[in-house]
């Protein structure tokens, strides 16, 4: 697999094709009209994808209030991201946001965003904050054993959303 470089601000975002915990197909046009943030990690169960993405979820309303959609973006299968979404959802709720699978062809989403790191087989942990015309606004990477800053990427959604 080819990597790409990480897309840089003010261009249109690559397009991609993936399938969401739920099995939906989503495409990068089906953003279109809102802001977007893309965020890819490296393993489903791990402890710090797992803590990253439960405080997104725990923070669900202030995700809401921005007009959003996120997509947290893993090389897992399908069938793995269902069971992981069961281990997130807080109080029962649905996750405020989706899983989506890269597994097939492995890597292939984040390898169109410079987020693919093949020693590992895996995404690294890096988002990508889309406008609602699917131009990249705000870039996000931090080593693999550190969560990304939430404050940060919340502000940059609610800027995208006025």
């Known amino acids: 697999m080819t990597r790409a470089p990480l897309p840089v601000v003010g261009e249109r975002a690559p397009d991609f094709l993936g399938r969401s915990h739920h099995g939906e197909t989503v495409t990068l046009e089906s953003l279109a009209g809102a802001p977007a943030l893309l965020m890819f990690y490296p393993f489903a169960f791990s402890s710090v994808c797992g803590s990253e ?64 790191d093949p020693v590992q087989g895996a ?6 904050l889309l406008d609602s015309e699917l131009r990249v606004a705000h870039l996000q990477s931090v080593p693999a054993g550190q969560a990304r800053d939430l404050d940060e990427t919340l502000r940059v959604l609610a800027r995208l959303h006025r």
Not at 80 to 103: C, I, K, V
Not at 123 to 128: E, F, L, N, P, Y
């Open 53 to 116: 993405l439960r405080a997104l979820a725990a923070r669900g309303g202030q995700l809401g209030e921005t007009g959003a959609t996120a997509l947290a973006i893993s090389c897992d299968p399908v069938h793995s991201l269902r069971a992981y979404a069961e281990s997130l959802r807080p109080d029962d709720a649905e996750l405020p946001f989706s899983l989506l699978s890269d597994f097939w062809p492995h890597g292939e989403i984040a390898g169109r965003y410079g987020a693919f």
């Open 123 to 128: 995404a690294q942990r890096k988002s990508v």
